[in-house]
């Protein structure tokens, strides 16, 4: 096999902070690979390093031990080589919904008119070119979301890391966003790693589930998704679809040593 | 229709309050008969105004000129310090607190030692008003470069933006309304920095009208003078607003109604 075959290689990543009375450490080798299309999921307890492990990723902070690999070149340490889609919209608030869209694609190297053709395209193709001109404190949250995913989704960069992107929304829009992404998704398949707190969320948009344990981190378990694509929300009332649920729920709450 | 009238009803109770202010003045220097040359009438000091307005306007040209070149000028290098500090790492925290004293000093009072440096020409004088609109805007800018929200770092330093894109695209930007409360500052303070440095030492300008005025006790013309300034100041600040008005439209609404 190929080194270029995976989007994404993580070899034995380690994190430990400085702290009083030693190092702390978080994330305790970590290792998994992301194949070109797939989507993958991060489930863990609050506090077991997901954020950190993508900062890592993102290359803003330097590992304490590993690589990582993508599209088979090292990039330990190296930034912009992947879009983002942050818990918090992160939209600029002087920047119409177009201009946010425009300006990362700009800084990952695609010139202005283009960036601008493309994002009033995609804009349409969500049904929010009616927005396109309006600055983002004029959008709901589900809609910021929805361009702030789109924002991530059209950057070039090959790799896409989305952190609990729904975790700031009630249950009944996290639900509408979920099916929505699914749908977008499944149509532009891109590499994709998620982080979520969200057991259903997991199962309803990955082909691999991986499971962490509390600080320090390391992978409990790695579980294949099974179901078809495209899938439904109808998922949500099928068998295996709840004995998964409750296997993960399980293992997310063994007791820690 | 609607928005025109409750602007009306929110002019109409300050228009109210200074016309009876003006009337008030008015009956009490008429039958107080307060001497002209301590209180004149509004009424006098209107006709005195209208009587010497070619030489006011001569006078209030050069003061508006010099204080426009001194804000322009404060406010570019106040802008270019600030952007300047921002950037070299380090400076910032060496210079900040130093930034923040300066603002206690009463700038107006190196205008003497300025002339006993530079004479009697426009330079101390521009030198002194420079000063003045310098500091505020330093010292928003340097803060509203700082104050950006660490989410939106945190997102721009993910997708691999470089230091420069991160200043011009980030931080400049989230720094704009800041730069302009400084800009403000330096707006009011600009025209009577202006009148004070021609109070030290000039042949022109309505500060050495104001003066020679004094000196030969027509307080009317002083009065006039003032008004003159006052007006001037506001016209300023206003410009200021509005040019903010103008750049900053992102603003939520409910923002923008609270300054
Ligand atoms: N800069 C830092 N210095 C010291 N400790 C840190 C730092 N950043 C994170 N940590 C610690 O690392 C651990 C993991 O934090 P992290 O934010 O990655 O967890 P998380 O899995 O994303 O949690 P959540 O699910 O609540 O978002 C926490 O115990 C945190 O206190
Ligand atoms: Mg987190």
Redesign the interface.
Known sequence: MSKAQWALELKDVRKSFESRGGAKEVLGGISLSVRDGEFVSIIGPSGSGKTTL?QLI???APLSGGEVWMDGRNTTGH??????M?Q?A?L????TVRGNIE??LQ??GIDRKQARAKATDWLARIELDAYADS?P?ALSGGMQQRISFLRALL?P?PFM?LDEPFGALDALTRQQMQQWLLTIWEANRRSVLLVTHSIEEALLLSDRIIVLSAAPAVIVDEIVVPFARPRKESLWTDPQFNALKQQIYEQLHQPTV | MDNSKSRWRSIFPPILVIAVLLAVWELAVVWGRVPEWKLPAPSVIVAEAIAIWPRLMLHAGATVQLALIGFTGGAAAGFALAALLHLIPGARRAFYPLLVLSQNVPVVAIGPILTIWLGYGILPKLILVWLVCFFPVSVAMLSGLNDTDPVLRNYMRMIGASRQQQFWRLELPNAVTHLFSGLKIAASYAVLSAVVAEWIGADKGLGHFMLISSKGYQAASVFASVFLIVALSLTLFGIVALAEKLVVRWRPAKEAKKV
Do not use: D, N, V
């Open positions: 993508f993102g290359g803003l930034r912009g080589h992947i879009a983002y942050p918090q992160s600029m608030p002087w920047r300006l990362a800084i990952a600055y404190h950057s960069q890391l």
